[in-house]
């Protein structure tokens, strides 16, 4: 159900307004791609070429994937220079070991839903990723959420407040959303993959959207 809701929800007119017009990028992920970034770069859930665009402009050789066809779309009509392509991150059409970097920005691993495709898409992007490559992405930290009463609110009325996947309104609509704690992520990852963790990237214990690094062994 989360998985429907979430492809179109991301499918829709309003998504795709509003992926075409943010093209910001933030401060923590202009240091992470000085900091990490080289040789071939995979950029995840790229939407209509938000990140994709900047790293293409630091002269690094960058693809660009997203689930959405409509998001490619329009971003290949805005930056038709670009490599974008549709695909799947819980089945990349990749061969192992492609990409010297895999970056999942915006949290669209928290998108992917249930878990256990998640932990398939963490998996994928580890296989894909070089030895001593690495592997970036963001995701919705739990902590901050002490502080929205109106999203407790909405998840307790849901029966979702106790469930690692939450209710998240966004401008472009609703979409069922994975929150865990920075320690139980990074937990996870380890678990499940052969990653080694890095580093975290955020602006202290109540940053929503902490990015992880990990690197490939």
């Known amino acids: 159900m989360g998985e429907d809701i979430n492809t179109q929800t991301y499918r829709s007119s309003k998504a795709i307004e509003h992926y075409s017009k943010n093209t910001y990028v933030t401060d923590i992920e202009k240091k992470i791609i000085k900091k990490y970034f080289r040789g071939k770069i995979l950029d995840l859930g790229c939407g209509c070429g938000r990140t994709t665009k900047y790293i293409s402009d630091q002269k690094l050789d960058v693809v660009g994937v997203d689930i ?3 998001l490619i779309g329009k971003g290949k009509e805005l930056y038709p220079t670009l490599d974008l392509r549709v695909g799947d991150a819980v089945r990349l059409g990749f061969g192992s ?3 010297d970097v895999v970056f999942f920005s915006f949290n669209g ?3 992917i839903y249930p878990e256990e495709k998640r932990i398939l898409a963490l998996r994928e992007m580890a296989r894909v990723t070089k030895k001593e490559g690495f592997v970036i992405f963001s995701s919705h930290n739990i902590t ?3 502080l929205r009463p109106k999203f407790i609110l909405r ?4 029966q979702k407040l106790f469930s690692k996947y939450k209710s998240c309104r966004v401008s472009f609509g609703e979409l069922c959303t994975h929150y865990d704690s920075p320690k139980n992520i990074i937990k996870s990852v380890l678990e499940h993959t052969s990653l080694k963790f890095v580093d975290l990237a ?3 214990l109540f940053d929503p959207y902490p ?5 490939s062994t």
């Open 144 to 146: 901050p959420i002490i």
């Open 97 to 99: 070991g492609t990409f």
């Open 68 to 70: 959405a066809p409509e």
């Open 202 to 204: 955020d602006t202290g």
């Open 155 to 158: 998840n307790l009325i849901k």
């Open 109 to 111: 691993l928290d998108y």
């Open 211 to 215: 990015y992880f690094i990990f690197q």
